[in-house]
């Protein structure tokens, strides 16, 4: 007996319920205060509601396959689908949901072999503890017109949370653009003014006469480190004048 939909969108929440309290728990030891891990304002997280039905799907129909080829296409869907969905947050909204930059092997800060051997663990413990009840629950589930219509509530207040949250971070994407334009890109433009007024001040200078043409490719190493210094000189100079002129 193949489950409905219905049955799957109740799957999906109840995957999404779950990752919330899972990460509500991990984030608030770690940040030592009550910390809502979503996105979102409701309680459920999206890419947990997926992650359990590529569970639910790879443990059901990939029968055929070994208990390690099974775990390890979960293991891919489940990475591609974190990845993809960290990179559509950074270059839609410019937001971090979360970042894995800190631990060894990541991709991107996205993806991780730590959380991706979290995901393992979670997949074992559904498999072997859940699973099989959930199976049944799933497929035996009558689905009757009162129960359509509180999924439909569910899912309504889901979506309008999910319109506003983007609406949200499209709005916190606007604001720090025009943060950017107003004052990072001030900041930026002073400073290529002050790297302008260095290197004219330089070629006023010049070390051995050929520093200004940039001709000495091959310093040793010695040499090296006298410009460098004599770099840093003139740059301190050039920020003392500055300041001078504006106290002035």
């Known amino acids: 007996m193949e489950i409905g939909f219905e049955n799957i969108l109740i799957s999906f929440f109840l995957f999404a319920l779950s990752g919330w309290i ?7 030891v770690q940040s030592k205060k009550i910390t809502n891990p979503g996105f979102l304002r409701g309680p459920y997280l999206p890419i947990y509601g997926f992650g359990g039905l590529i569970a639910y799907f790879s443990f059901s129909y ?25 990179i559509f947050f950074k270059k839609i909204f410019k937001l971090r949901l979360w970042d894995y930059s800190d631990r060894r092997f990541n991709l991107n800060g996205f993806v991780c072999p730590t959380f991706l051997f979290y995901w393992l663990i979670l997949g074992l413990f559904f498999k072997y503890s859940i699973f099989p009840y959930f199976n049944y629950l799933m497929r035996e589930l009558v689905v009757g017109s009162l129960f359509i219509f509180v999924l439909g509530v569910t899912y309504g207040i889901l979506l309008v949370d999910t319109v506003q949250s983007f609406d949200l971070a499209y709005k916190i994407r606007l604001m720090v653009n025009e943060f950017g334009e107003n004052y990072i890109s001030d900041k930026i433009l002073v400073l290529k003014n002050l790297h302008a007024e260095v290197s004219r001040k330089l070629n006023e200078k010049p070390i051995n ?8 490719k091959s310093l040793q190493t010695v040499n090296y480190f006298r410009l460098t210094r004599r770099i840093g000189e003139v740059a301190r100079e050039v920020i003392k004048e500055r300041v001078s002129e504006e106290v002035d």
Do not use: H, M
Request: charged fraction near 20%.
């Open 22 to 28: 899972i990460e509500l728990l991990y984030r608030s």
């Open 62 to 86: 990939l029968s055929d396959f070994s208990l390690i080829a099974s775990f390890i296409i979960f293991l891919v869907i489940v990475g591609v689908i974190e990845y993809l969905t960290g």
């Open 209 to 216: 006469g050929k520093v200004s043409q940039l001709k000495e």
